[in-house]
T-cell receptor
Framework: GENVEQHPSTLSVQEGDSAVIKCTYS??????FPWYKQELGKGPQLIID?????GEKKDQRIAVTLNKTAKHFSLHITETQPEDSAVYFC???????????FGKGTKLSVKP | EAGVAQSPRYKIIEKRQSVAFWCNPI?????LYWYQQILGQGPKLLIQ????????DSQLPKDRFSAERLKGVDSTLKIQPAKLEDSAVYLC????????????FGEGSRLTVL
């Protein structure tokens, strides 16, 4: 079955710096790669996603890149703000399965 | 629009006792999921419903866990008897589109088994 590895497990940056979180997946049939943000005591919330027919997608300060050959995808957050502090999860799924396999998460801390 | 509602938010029980969690998905969402999130890990799918039918329950420990969605709306997840390793947050999510659609998560039910 699918396995998703996520790095780093913790990341601390200064406000205004960029943050990058990387994930690898094992199942070459996976074609949907969302990123979820989870704040303390809340459920995960989708922040951006990318499908296998696209190499990069951007939404304001957030961007995701996908390398299908290498089976890895990354989340890029520019101009970080304290409110970006949270746990971020990458995930992967195939259309045939329909469910998401999550990575273990990255705790991002943005210091003012 | 109202989000996914879950209750109770917190529950503490002793091992071998039983517990039930309730979820009300977003109106109109046909697909409902129960995930288990152990501290420090990502959510893991337990069961997925499409309307009131089970789509995937391959990772549900069926000797102790059960779930139902009788009328295709609300769902209940039950654990009986509970083990120490069941301590986790149980997240309910719903989606409008079954395959590769955005999941909307509730705030979760935190279970502590002593």
């Amino acid at each position: 079955g699918e396995n998703v590895e996520q790095h780093p497990s913790t990341l601390s940056v200064q406000e205004g710096d960029s943050a990058v979180i990387k994930c690898t997946y094992s199942d070459s049939a996976s074609n949907y790669f969302p990123w979820y943000k989870q704040e303390l005591g809340k459920g995960p919330q989708l922040i951006i996603d990318i499908r296998s027919n696209v190499g990069e997608k951007k939404d304001q300060r957030i961007a995701v890149t996908l390398n299908k050959t290498a089976k890895h995808f990354s989340l890029h957050i520019t101009e970080t703000q304290p409110e970006d502090s949270a746990v971020y999860f990458c995930a992967a799924s195939t259309s045939s399965q329909g469910n998401l396999i999550f990575g273990k998460g990255t705790k991002l801390s943005v210091k003012p | 629009e109202a989000g996914v509602a879950q209750s109770p938010r917190y529950k503490i029980i002793e091992k071998r006792q039983s517990v039930a969690f309730w979820c009300n998905p977003i109106s109109g969402h046909a697909t409902l999921y129960w995930y288990q999130q152990i501290l420090g890990q990502g959510p893991k799918l337990l069961i997925q419903f499409q309307n009131n039918g089970v789509v995937d329950d391959s990772q549900l420990p069926k000797d102790r866990f059960s779930a139902e969605r009788l009328k295709g709306v609300d769902s209940t997840l039950k654990i009986q008897p509970a083990k120490l390793e069941d301590s986790a947050v149980y997240l309910c999510a719903s989606s409008f589109v079954r395959d590769t659609g955005e999941l909307f998560f509730g705030e979760g039910s935190r279970l502590t088994v002593l």
